[in-house]
């Protein structure tokens, strides 16, 4: 049966649009990863990177959100809160739902001021700032802040029997730094110990430790807190030793990294921290995701790698509950209870935050070790 000519291309016609619509359905979910990958906290950056990578693979190869790949476009900020800002913005217009990022928490803070006003989600991996905390906006996070870290630091160094503290800080993340400090010596002081002295410095002015590091001693401590990025931590540490001052030394979670670890050398072995994520965790799900890792970049994971494994992971669970609507993901991600993550399970609250054990790690050997599990989240 022969059918007329205008019939035929009817039907071609339907059938483009429908192909056409078919494909439009398709198209992939775009989230963003705003992140320093260049810079002081350039290794951080791109172990977080990576370990959402990771996971973002594992969901498409299952097949998406509901038959949608989600793509992740990435940038650097620089670790520089106006480049946070503009790689934002360039996010937002390329279409994101939202974006795993920033590493630190000014970084963090910055960034917001551009997501918020857009209504995009704004998810970290690693930001602790209790400027942070308890806010009804549309950042979330996947550790606690860090006020509980420094109660647990200073109740720790309390029972070691270490009474007086000097305590160095960087004040170019002092949304984080500062905050951490101040919690800190609130809390040895509640405890009943004594801050010799708190100092300062700029990492970006290239500062020369000597003077700083001879200041803190003539305080006659007898441990020394360092807040500063991981290499400034290890460089911090290796003039301590060079002054042959044996003091112990304690650091913040923002030097829990392989960059320390590979800068630092003799001179960081005992040094103490607390951090709400267990690297070391025997868990199946954190081996297999070591290999995983070490099998797909050619390095060992770190705690970076691991956070940013989970932030992508738990992004991709509040994007199947709200089957990629971008407006209902901020209540989907508020809907996560006991998720289990690579190393034990997370709630997020109705702000955005979350409550997770902690662990006093130490160096050893060079590497970090678990001593003990602290506190039940």
């Known amino acids: 049966m022969k059918f007329p000519a205008r019939i035929i291309l009817l039907a071609i016609s339907i059938l483009g649009i429908g192909i056409t619509s078919g494909c439009r359905q398709q198209q992939p979910i775009r989230i963003g990863a705003a992140l320093e990958l260049s810079g002081k906290e350039g290794d951080l950056g791109v172990q977080i990177r990576n370990g959402a990578k990771l996971a973002l693979d594992a969901a498409n190869r299952s097949g998406g ?64 700032s209790v400027e942070l905390t308890g806010k009804d906006d549309l950042f979330f996070r996947i550790v606690g802040d860090n006020e509980r870290d420094t109660r647990a630091l200073a109740k720790h160094i309390q029972e070691q029997g270490i009474h007086n503290m000097a305590v160095i800080y960087d004040e170019d993340n002092a949304s984080y730094s500062r905050t951490y400090v101040e919690t800190f010596a609130s809390s040895f002081a509640e405890l009943g110990g004594n801050i010799t002295t708190i100092l300062d410095f700029s990492s970006a002015s290239q500062p020369d430790f000597n003077p700083i590091l001879e200041q803190a001693r003539a305080s006659e401590p007898e441990g020394l807190l360092l807040v500063a990025s991981a290499v400034n931590t290890a460089f911090l540490a290796q003039k301590a030793r060079l002054m042959e001052w044996g003091v112990q030394i304690f650091s913040s979670d923002w030097a829990y990294s392989e960059a320390f670890l590979q800068n630092g050398g003799h001179a960081i072995e005992g040094v103490q921290m607390i951090s709400s994520f267990d690297i070391n965790n025997p ?71 979350v409550t997770r054990p902690l662990y006093l790690m130490q160096v050893k050997d060079g590497k970090w070790t678990t001593v003990r599990k602290l506190t039940e989240s």
């Not at 793509?71 to 913005?89: F, L, S, T």
């Not at 494994?309 to 971008?326: K, P, S, V």
């Open 283 to 353: 868990a199946p799900t954190m081996e297999q995701f070591r290999q995983e890792y070490k099998a797909t970049f050619g390095t060992e994971p770190n705690f970076g790698a691991a956070q940013g494994y989970e932030a992508a992971a738990i992004l991709i669970e509040a994007l199947r509950r709200c089957n990629g609507d971008f407006q209902g993901l901020p209540d989907a991600l508020r809907s996560i209870q006991n998720f289990e993550g690579l190393a034990g399970s997370i709630s997020i609250n109705p702000y955005g935050d």
């Open 65 to 128: 959100i509901n038959r949608q790949l989600i793509e992740m476009i990435v940038k650097d900020d620089q670790g520089i809160p106006e480049v946070a800002q503009q790689v934002d913005r360039e996010l937002i217009e390329a279409g994101v739902i939202a974006i795993i990022g920033h590493v630190t928490s000014q970084q963090s803070l910055a960034g917001l001021s551009v997501t918020q006003p857009a209504g995009v989600v704004l998810l970290s991996a690693t930001s602790t």
